[in-house]
């Protein structure tokens, strides 16, 4: 691996294996530890204490704060670090780390374990794969990228490092820690920082795609996703786009990697998306897909015409859809590249501006707050620089496809596994780590799961608005109810729940706000932005309400051909 920068080891010193693990942290640039406590873990937080360079967060559940560590870590382009205790702590982990592994999230989860001493022996939580205990080392391989446990302080620095690294390739590593080996004292090299030089496309492959993009010159579609955001890349994307004059579409999760008024915005691909993508891809002769991989949820309706268009991809893993990749872990450095490789615009084709057209929505009829009103009160509300969370459902679909994205902020809709409640543990992660305004935007259903981490906001006052659409009910697995079972029955309908009376009740002074009309979600959007720290708004909606998801509206015979506005076409 070449290094861009490597500072000689010092003179080794005597500590203890917990101190030395935060002290590489610190020296790796980690500011926060997200995670639970637990008797096989205490030592490393003893260790936090300590420490005056890390802070350690204890969360409500280790799911929340695998995802905590996975939020710090997608909107700032570090590493998110995770620590639970073994036994049930441990197995909590594993969902936030299969969010993480599926969306190439770099995280580390330091889990402790009981006492070499005791494993194979009956120790409480055993999962050492001895005497028929659960095998931890085999379960948290699945869901990594690189699982070690050490078993000796000999071994702890090369293992460290190891998994630092492998969460640098992008994607979860972990580590296993006995409580003894914590403990015990060892010769540790003074902490350095290693950065690795990323490796960046071949010059050949980024000349040859060069190449194939000017050939085409003014016929080319490309679909973004959310590499470019973590690259730090949306400058290079906005003048690719300028020197190829290609439309841009992004996918779902990638929304903040265009500026909205950018020329030949396309909108979102997908399920959730608009419909202007696919008559852009009929229309051109090239499609380069800029960092993402295209999964489902991100090319629902466009299989057909991608199988007739000739398909190129830049980023960091192979794209699920036929293509000729060029693979890089530098994406930002790619993208200048391929920008000096096909030189100034020459001529390229003038591209129209114009607002992606919008999936048709009928009205319920019902009563609530409907969603395309409630996204308009937010886009109206939402400060410059404000990072957004949309959570899985139907209220994700409807933010995924109405709400603007506020000017320098990020949005973040976790599809890798789409698992209910990431974002109220994500979002509080990003805020420790970005130091801005952030918003929760999820469904009761997803607050049933994890919203008991707005406590956590609480205990440490950080600036998350917390906004729940209550429908009473698992509104998506309704809507599936509803349309591919007749609404015959149901398993997904609540009884009534006052979710921010509760809230209230429950954590006396948090700012909280039941709302059913546009003008009170103003109001209250108003209130809570202009406040320092966390605050909560429950939105009552209807649960019968159609989200902007084709799936549905085709399957009820809703869904009609939108033809695109005069502009639509360049």
């Known amino acids: 691996m070449n290094l861009t920068h490597h500072e000689p080891r010092k003179t080794g010193r005597s500590m203890r294996v917990a101190d030395h693990i935060v002290a590489v942290l610190a020296a790796e640039g980690v500011e926060h530890v997200f995670g639970v406590g637990g008797a096989n873990i205490e030592d490393l937080y003893d260790a936090l204490h300590r420490s005056p ?13 695998t995802t905590m560590a996975d939020g710090y870590a997608r909107t700032a382009n570090r590493t998110g670090v995770v620590a639970a205790t073994s ?54 391989g699945e869901v990594s990228l690189y699982c070690a446990r050490v078993e000796s302080p000999l071994d702890l620095d090369r293992q460290l490092s190891e998994a630092l690294a492998a969460a640098r390739r992008g994607g979860p590593a972990v580590l296993l820690l006995p409580k003894d080996i914590q403990q015990a004292i060892g010769e540790f090299p003074e902490p350095h920082r290693t950065v690795p030089a990323a490796p960046c496309a071949a010059t050949t492959d980024v000349t040859r795609l060069a190449e194939a993009l000017r050939d085409d010159y003014g016929r080319i579609t490309v679909i973004a996703g959310d590499e470019v955001a973590r690259a730090g890349a949306r400058g290079e994307l906005a003048e690719l786009a300028h020197v190829l004059g290609a439309r841009v579409a992004v996918t779902p999760d990638a929304k903040d990697v265009l500026d909205p008024a950018a020329p030949g915005r396309l909108g979102i691909t997908g399920a959730m998306g608009n419909p202007d993508v696919i008559e852009a891809l009929q229309d051109c002769d090239l499609c380069l897909l800029v960092g993402t991989r295209l999964p489902v949820m991100a090319r629902g309706g466009l299989d057909t015409v991608l199988e007739k268009t000739l398909v190129y991809s830049v980023g960091s893993a192979t794209p699920y859809v036929q293509a000729q990749h060029v693979p890089t872990r530098d994406l930002r450095a790619t993208l ?31 009563s609530g707050l409907r969603y395309t009103d409630a996204v308009t009160a937010l886009a109206a509300a939402l400060p410059d620089g404000a990072d957004v969370f949309a959570d899985a459902g139907n209220t994700g679909a409807a933010v995924v496809h109405h709400l603007p994205v506020a000017s320098a902020g990020r949005f973040v809709v976790a599809l890798g596994m789409g698992g209910m409640g990431y974002t109220f543990g994500a979002a509080i992660g990003s805020a420790f780590s970005r130091g801005r305004r952030t918003f929760v935007i999820a469904g009761d259903g997803a607050f049933y799961a994890h919203g008991l981490e707005i406590h956590t906001a609480v ?11 209550n429908n009473n009910a698992h509104a998506m697995c309704l809507t599936r109810e509803q349309v591919y079972y007749e609404g015959a ?28 009309t546009h003008a009170a979600l103003a109001d209250a959007l108003r209130s809570t932005t202009e406040s320092t720290g966390p605050a909560v708004i429950e939105v009552v909606c209807d649960p019968d309400e159609l989200p902007p998801f084709l799936p549905f509206l085709t399957a009820r015979g809703t869904a009609e051909r939108i033809e695109p506005r005069e502009g639509a076409r360049r």
């Open 489 to 516: 029955y149901t398993y997904s309908r609540f009884r009534p729940a006052r979710i921010a009376a509760g809230v209230g009740a429950l954590l006396p002074g948090l700012p909280c706000h039941t709302v059913d």
């Open 53 to 65: 360079d890390v802070e350690g967060v204890v969360a409500k559940h280790e799911f929340s704060a």
């Open 459 to 469: 205990e440490y006052d950080v600036p998350v608005t917390f906004v729940v659409f």
């Open 87 to 140: 036994g049930g702590g441990a197995l909590n982990v594993i969902a936030g780390l299969g969010e993480a592994f599926a969306s190439r999230v770099r995280l580390l989860a330091l889990i402790g374990q009981p006492p070499t001493s005791l494993e194979g022996s009956g120790a409480f939580q055993d999962t050492s794969g001895l005497a028929g205990s659960i095998d931890a080392y085999r379960l948290f």
């Open 336 to 366: 200048r590249g391929l920008v000096a490789d096909i030189g100034p615009a020459a001529s390229p084709v003038p591209v129209a501006h114009c607002d992606p057209t919008p999936i048709d929505v009928p009205r319920s009829g019902t």
